[in-house]
Nanobody
Framework: QVQLVESGGGLVQAGGSLRLSCAAS????????MGWFRQARGKEREFVAG????????YFADSVKGRFTISRDNAKNTVYLQMNSLKPEDTAVYYC????????????????WGQGTQVTVSS
């Protein structure tokens, strides 16, 4: 079992930055690939970024490439999403998720989810 808790969301102006954190419980955090997803009102949940168990491989949606970075600290059981140059279209609830083996972009493949944190970008 893995429990995930996101933090760091908030209201920011366009062009600004936020860093989201996802703290995980459990001693096997380093075994899991981690993903960040987002869901805007009225839209489906979409993949934003992912990182493999070691942090050596990262993946990004085209819409955030060059603006967002993902990292993890296995000693702290935490994964981060640094979001720069934010746009109003980045407004959504952001979720972190965990699954064993590799990063995939489908939310249905993830076994554990956090409760989400709201990110609102004003124009």
């Amino acid at each position: 079992q893995v429990q995930l808790v996101e933090s760091g969301g908030g209201l920011v102006q366009a062009g600004g930055s936020l860093r989201l954190s996802c703290a995980a419980s459990g001693r096997t955090f380093s075994s899991y690939a981690m993903g960040w997803f987002r869901q805007a009102r009225g839209k489906e949940r979409e993949f934003v970024a992912g990182i493999n168990w070691s942090g050596g491989n990262t993946y990004f949606a085209d819409s955030v490439k060059g603006r967002f970075t993902i990292s993890r600290d296995n000693a702290k059981n935490t994964v981060y999403l640094q979001m720069n140059s934010l746009k109003p279209e980045d407004t959504a609830v952001y979720y972190c998720a965990a699954r064993l083996t590799s990063v995939v972009t489908s939310p249905f493949a993830y076994d554990y989810w956090g409760q989400g944190t709201q990110v609102t970008v004003s124009s």
